[in-house]
Every structure is written in structure tokens, then in C-alpha cells.
């Protein structure tokens, strides 16, 4: 991918969510997630569930509240995630939604703050 469009991606998403917080949260707007950091063993497990031909990795966009934040193995910090966007990755045969837990995770690192 050129790297300018990259960076172009970005910053569209950027001004979207920023604007979008603003005027859905007002004054409550939290500085929204910009990336989402998953370590090479993750994936590596997830692709391991997969067949080898058709595998892949499908990502799904999620929001956390109060009834999600125990996925969060940061658990001392985990109310500042409350309306911060997350990916859960799943292992994924030919685009086919995950049937088992094995197959989901979460947990990625969540920039802002981990950034």
C-alpha cells in the first residue's frame, strides 16, 4: 500500500472520530481509539485454528462497556476503556464467522493509551 494513502486513511479516520465524539459525547468525548496492537503469537495461534488453504483472520470492530471490560486482562485500568473502540480477531475458514471461543480474541493493545 503507498504510504501516503496510509497516512491519508488515518487522518480521515482521525477527524471523523474526533468530530464524531465531540458531538455525540459533548463535553464527555474521550480521545477514541486510534490503533489496535496484537503480538505475533496471537496471530499465530488464530492462524494455527485455520485451514491451511482458505485460512485467514477476520476483524471485527467492537466498543466496550461496562458488561465487556473483563476481556481486559488490565483489569486496574480497565474502566478508562469504557466507549474506546476495539478489534476482536477471529480465525476464520474462507470468511466464515468464528463457532467456537477458541477462535476469538481480544485484548489487543488499545492506543490511546497504549501507545
Known amino acids: 500500500m503507498d504510504f501516503k494513502k496510509f497516512d491519508r486513511l488515518k ?4 477527524t471523523f472520530i474526533t468530530e464524531a ?4 459525547n459533548k463535553e ?5 481509539t486510534r490503533s489496535v496492537w496484537f503480538d505475533r503469537r496471537v496471530i499465530e495461534k488464530l492462524l ?3 485451514d491451511p488453504e482458505t485460512g485467514g483472520i477476520k476483524i471485527f470492530l467492537g466498543m466496550y462497556d461496562e458488561d465487556t471490560l473483563s476481556e481486559r486482562e488490565d483489569q486496574e485500568r480497565a ?3 469504557i466507549g474506546k473502540l476495539t478489534l476482536v480477531l477471529a480465525a476464520s475458514d474462507g470468511n466464515k ?5 477458541t477462535m476469538i480474541i481480544n485484548g489487543g493493545k488499545v492506543c490511546p493509551p497504549d501507545c
Do not use: G, S
Open 48 to 50: 494455527a485454528e485455520t
Open 79 to 81: 474502566e478508562a476503556y
Open 11 to 14: 487522518q480521515n479516520y482521525n
Open 21 to 24: 465524539e465531540k458531538a455525540i
Open 28 to 32: 464527555k468525548a474521550i480521545e477514541q
Open 97 to 101: 464467522d468464528p463457532d467456537q471461543e
